[in-house]
């Protein structure tokens, strides 16, 4: 499995940006699909994920109300729209994929396949 995350950038505090991230290769029929993002000098957070399957979804607390993130199961893809965005949104965000079980869960160490950081600029 590749993950390809696309839709970084730099925008200004309150702006909204969207990331998506698009997994090719044999997934199973139910999988979850997540973000999580690592500002300079910190620890990669859990910001949000998706089973693919149910739909069911989890956010970190700091983004909650702020992100939505959502799924296409035809292509693979999910998507994180991030409004009111905040200078402590600054991160590389990354996407995660696991293929074993189908809660939305924020273990990091339950997934298994990553793709490249998209970085995410927000400016005051």
């Known amino acids: 499995v590749q993950l390809q995350a696309f839709g970084g950038g730099m925008v200004s505090v309150g702006a909204s940006l969207t990331l998506s991230c698009a997994a090719s290769g044999r997934t199973s029929s139910s999988y979850v699909m997540g973000w999580f993002r690592q500002a300079p000098g910190k620890e990669r957070q859990f910001v949000a994920a998706?089973?693919?399957?149910?739909?069911?979804?989890t956010y970190s607390d700091s983004v909650k109300g702020r992100f939505t993130i959502s799924r296409d199961n035809a292509k693979k893809t999910m998507f994180l729209q991030m409004t009111s965005l905040k200078p402590d949104d600054t991160a590389a965000y990354y996407c995660a994929l696991s293929l074993t079980g189908a809660v939305a869960t924020t273990r990091s160490d339950r997934y298994r396949y990553w793709g490249q950081g998209t970085l995410v600029t927000v400016s005051s």
């Open positions: 998706v089973s693919m399957g149910s739909g069911s979804t």
